[in-house]
């Protein structure tokens, strides 16, 4: 059971940019009472199990403490409609952990799951935005925070369970409502970051 995936991982939650749970290592509060989060990994090129899974995208919704670290979350998972029988097994065997790797890392934080969604995950990252569209119920678009002279601004040395380097953003116009998470609004933080996993 091996997996080689590479692309781009983006996520937007409630928070006020910058949202202390990712610079902290998941160990600072949220800004606010509770940390509702849109996590997806956007695969370019990649297979799990021998199943090329190129072009496809698979993630978590989630409802958290405000301490992340202190487990508790409310998870649901989603997968891309797109995919076929074959891919949809792989994206989803590999995202409940039994493949390894982050999933498997993030199981001890789940207190509640709350189900699965299929449906067409759309995902275009373009001149430091990043726009990602679940069915009729998420449209994000993350757009890079950018520092003039510099360019876009990085966190480094993170704690994060994708990438110790992650590019800070802000959502510009956010909409979830997905498994009984929901929140809107602009203002809201978001991070993206290439990732290359292999085992």
């Known amino acids: 059971m091996t997996f080689h995936l590479e692309g781009t991982y983006v996520e937007n939650c409630n928070c006020d940019v910058i949202c202390p749970c990712t610079w902290s290592g998941l160990v600072r509060a949220a800004t606010h009472d509770r940390c509702k989060v849109v996590l997806v990994l956007h695969v370019d090129r990649g297979e799990i199990d021998g199943v090329d899974v190129s072009g496809l995208s698979m993630g978590f919704i989630a409802d958290t403490p405000p301490v992340m670290s202190e487990g508790g979350w409310r998870l649901g998972l989603v997968l891309d409609g797109g995919a076929d029988a074959d891919q949809l097994d792989r994206l989803r065997r590999f995202m409940t952990g039994e493949f390894g790797g982050v999933p498997a890392a993030l199981g001890p934080l789940i207190g509640e799951i709350l189900g699965e969604v299929v449906d067409r ?12 569209v679940i069915g009729s119920d998420v449209d994000i678009v993350v757009a890079d925070i950018r520092s003039p002279g510099l360019g876009s601004v990085e966190l480094h040395n993170v704690g994060h369970p994708i990438s110790t380097t992650l590019t800070v953003g802000e959502g ?11 929140y809107s609004g602009a203002g809201t933080a978001g991070f993206s970051a290439p990732f290359s996993w292999a085992a």
């Open 172 to 182: 510009v116009g956010s909409t979830i409502s997905l498994l009984g998470i929901e």
């Open 121 to 132: 995950i759309a995902f275009r990252d373009e001149d430091g935005r990043h726009t990602l």
